[in-house]
């Protein structure tokens, strides 16, 4: 999982980054707005952790944050400093609010209820590699293209006469290792490139849920193992 710390206060990014290793949180820093929005713009991110009277426009970036279609659910933590009420940071969007100098305690304890939402947030965006055929319908055609990864929020796939492909369209892949199961979904086309399109499912057919959702499991469980046979680096 991977947290962004928008701040340029030395002692919050040590006791950050000291209580989100101890979760195995990675940490990405900031230390401008602009530069925060427009990673949380380019990609998800399962937790934020936003300095809001400290770091200039800080307010604008979490607004943008909870705004953007990538990071609408994640983790929030606003850290304030006697210029921004709690009630404008909740407003805002923030999950969780800490005042400064932020106690280490109140911090972990926090992380303590924040870290299971964000390990949901990244199992919904964590992308599996795979290599599946699949058929996108758009306006009434129907394409085929192969899925290149995809987890429970959607999909990238490489596009084959794909290129007319945009705003809603429905997905339909046979699930490995399950019998005449097909998965069928509509979606929205939510990026796309020369080769490619990224689409997030907005209503998936009911009979295919829980055979989709077994299907991930197996692959999770199939990087877990594969990451625990592998040897490690560390030294001592």
Not at 71 to 89: E, Q
Not at 94 to 120: Q, S, W, Y
Not at 145 to 160: Q, Y
């Amino acid at each position: 999982m991977t947290c962004l710390l928008l701040t340029g206060d030395g002692a919050l990014l040590r006791l950050v980054r000291q209580s989100l290793d101890a979760v195995s949180v990675r940490l990405e820093v900031r230390t401008d707005a602009a530069s925060a929005i427009e990673l949380a713009r380019r990609r998800h991110i399962d937790g934020f952790v936003i300095d809001c009277d400290d770091v200039h426009l800080a307010m604008d970036a979490l607004l943008a944050i909870r705004n953007s279609r990538s990071n609408k659910f994640s983790v929030i933590f606003a850290v304030l400093n006697g210029k921004t009420s709690i009630d404008a940071a909740v407003e805002a969007g923030a999950n969780f609010v800490l005042g400064k100098p932020v106690r280490e305690t109140l911090l972990r304890n926090h992380l303590d209820i924040a870290v299971p939402k964000m390990e949901r947030e990244h199992r919904r965006y964590f992308r599996h590699k795979v290599d599946l055929p699949v058929e996108v319908t758009c306006a009434g055609e129907t394409s085929v293209g192969r899925i290149m990864n995809v987890s429970e929020g959607g999909l990238a796939l490489t596009h084959h006469g794909l290129a007319a492909a945009e705003g809603m369209v429905t997905i339909q892949f046979e699930l490995p290792g399950v019998t005449s199961q097909v998965f069928r979904a509509r979606s929205e086309v939510v990026w796309r490139d020369n080769s490619a399109i990224g689409v997030r499912f907005l209503r998936i057919e009911s009979n295919g849920r829980l055979s989709f959702e077994a299907w991930l499991e197996s692959l999770e469980g199939q990087l877990l193992l594969r990451e625990s046979t592998q040897p490690s680096n560390a030294t001592a």
